[in-house]
């Protein structure tokens, strides 16, 4: 059974940072699978925020400010996220499927087979 357990959410002021993790069990070659990171805000649509497979992707919003990466030895994906605003506030959910994905299809809720609980990420003074 595949788990995907996201952490590091909370409460901060714009303009700081926080690092969120994401502990995968269950996951078979997990270096080879896309890994990413979608949010949904209040009263809005989930939206994409990064991905990674052989390379990186971002939204828009966040490039810049947000980097992807992951460390194949712990099964562990993270986000870091500096510079963040108030329209970051949000529930972040980290994703998963079995192998690799397209460039086309990275971006994609439904690429994606395993999803994380959410952690909200709060950004106010």
């Known amino acids: 059974q595949v788990q995907l357990v996201e952490s590091g959410g909370g409460l901060v002021q714009p303009g700081g940072s926080l690092r969120l993790s994401c502990a995968v069990s269950?996951?078979?070659?997990?270096?080879?699978?896309?890994m990413g990171w979608f949010r949904q805000a209040p009263g809005k649509e989930r939206e994409f925020v990064a991905a990674?497979?052989?390379?990186?992707y971002y939204g828009d919003s966040v490039k810049g400010r947000f980097t992807i990466s992951r460390d194949n030895a712990q099964n562990t994906m993270y986000l870091q996220m500096n510079s963040l605003r108030p329209e970051d506030t949000a529930v972040y959910y980290c994703?998963?499927?079995?192998?690799?994905?397209?460039?086309?299809?990275?971006?994609?809720?439904?690429?994606?087979?395993?999803w994380g609980q959410g952690t909200q990420v709060t950004v106010s003074s």
């Open positions: 994703v998963s499927r079995r192998g690799p994905t397209t460039v086309q299809t990275i971006r994609l809720k439904s690429t994606y087979n395993y």
């Open positions: 269950g996951l078979t070659f997990f270096g080879s699978a896309a």
């Open positions: 990674i497979g052989l390379s990186t």
